[in-house]
T-cell receptor, first 109, second 116 residues
Framework: GENVEQHPSTLSVQEGDSAVIKCTYS??????FPWYKQELGKGPQLIID?????GEKKDQRIAVTLNKTAKHFSLHITETQPEDSAVYFC????????FGTGTSLTVIP | KAGVTQTPRYLIKTRGQQVTLSCSPI?????VSWYQQTPGQGLQFLFE???????NKGNFPGRFSGRQFSNSRSEMNVSTLELGDSALYLC???????????????FGEGSRLTVL
């Protein structure tokens, strides 16, 4: 089956700096790559996604890039704010969602 | 529009007992999937139900089971509980079956199970 690896597991940045989270996957058949944000005490919520026929997608301060050849995709958050502090999960999807182990992002005011 | 509702939110059981968790999906969503979340392990897929049928199953022992009703509500059951079953169990609903049309998963807030 699919194997998704996510790095780093924890990340601290100063407010206003950028944050980058990286994921790799193993199954070339995976074709949908969402990113979810989980705040304390809540369920994960989709923040951005990308499909295998697209290399990059941007939504305001958040962007995702996908390199199908290398089988890796990344989440970029610019101008970070304290409310960006949360756990972020990447996923690779074919017949089911395979999630990474999560990155705990802390934005220091 | 109401979100995904999971009950109970918290529960404590002892080893050997069984537990049933409930999930009400967003109205109109026919796919319900369940995940186990533990520290350091991320979200592990348990199973997906669509139109009352289990369509996919993760690598969990047979003690983990589920079902879906005609109104798309779903339950999962864990029998003969073990200490390692302590986790947050998340339910997610979606419009379509994952393998036919991947789209957004809408998660509930989870049921936190503690096994003593």
């Amino acid at each position: 089956g699919e194997n998704v690896e996510q790095h780093p597991s924890t990340l601290s940045v100063q407010e206003g700096d950028s944050a980058v989270i990286k994921c790799t996957y193993s199954d070339s058949a995976s074709n949908y790559f969402p990113w979810y944000k989980q705040e304390l005490g809540k369920g994960p919520q989709l923040i951005i996604d990308i499909r295998s026929n697209v290399g990059e997608k941007k939504d305001q301060r958040i962007a995702v890039t996908l390199n199908k050849t290398a089988k890796h995709f990344s989440l970029h958050i610019t101008e970070t704010q304290p409310e960006d502090s949360a756990v972020y999960f990447c996923a690779a999807t074919g017949n089911q969602f395979y999630f990474g182990t999560g990155t705990s992002l802390t934005v220091i005011p | 529009k109401a979100g995904v509702t999971q009950t109970p939110r918290y529960l404590i059981k002892t080893r050997g007992q069984q537990v049933t968790l409930s999930c009400s999906p967003i109205s109109g969503h026919r796919s319900v999937s369940w995940y186990q979340q533990t520290p350091g392990q991320g979200l592990q897929f348990l199973f997906e139900y669509f139109s009352e049928t289990q369509r996919n199953k993760g690598n969990f022992p047979g003690r983990f089971s589920g079902r879906q009703f005609s109104n798309s509500r779903s339950e999962m059951n864990v029998s003969t509980l073990e200490l390692g079953d302590s986790a947050l169990y998340l339910c997610a609903s979606s419009l379509a079956l994952t393998r036919t049309g991947t789209g957004e998963l809408f998660f509930g807030e989870g049921s936190r199970l503690t096994v003593l």
